[in-house]
Nanobody, 123 residues
């Protein structure tokens, strides 16, 4: 079972970037999925989560209104559309799947983790 994230890169402040994460080895269509990030020297933090059906989502206050999470269960893929990027958004972004409880903000709550993709926002 694997989550493969891609789409990271270097972007200027104010720009946009789209991440995707494709699952393999099992279907993730019946589990919640989400994104975390970890900036250099900082703890890993919750970014966004989405229910298995895609009907509900939640965001960290720091990205609310700028980031959008979505999913395509037919493709076993979750997406993160990031706009109005800031230097503080620089981090390694990890996709996650299979929350044990609906407490998405706790990293220990998630069963599956992707390998991470680096997003660098220059000022």
């Amino acid at each position: 079972v694997q989550l493969q994230a891609c789409g990271g890169g270097l972007v200027q402040a104010g720009g946009s970037l789209s991440l995707s994460c494709e699952g393999s080895g099992r279907s993730f269509s019946s589990v919640d999925m989400g994104w975390f990030r970890q900036a250099p020297g900082k703890e890993r933090e919750f970014v966004a989560g989405i229910t298995w059906s895609g009907s509900n989502s939640s965001y960290a206050d720091s990205v609310k209104g700028r980031f959008t999470i979505s999913r395509d269960n037919a493709k076993n893929t979750v997406y993160l559309q990031m706009t109005s990027l800031k230097p503080d958004d620089t981090a390694v972004y990890y996709c996650v799947a299979g929350a044990r409880y609906r407490s998405w903000t706790y990293s220990s709550n998630w069963y599956y983790w992707g390998q991470g993709t680096l997003v660098t926002v220059s000022s």
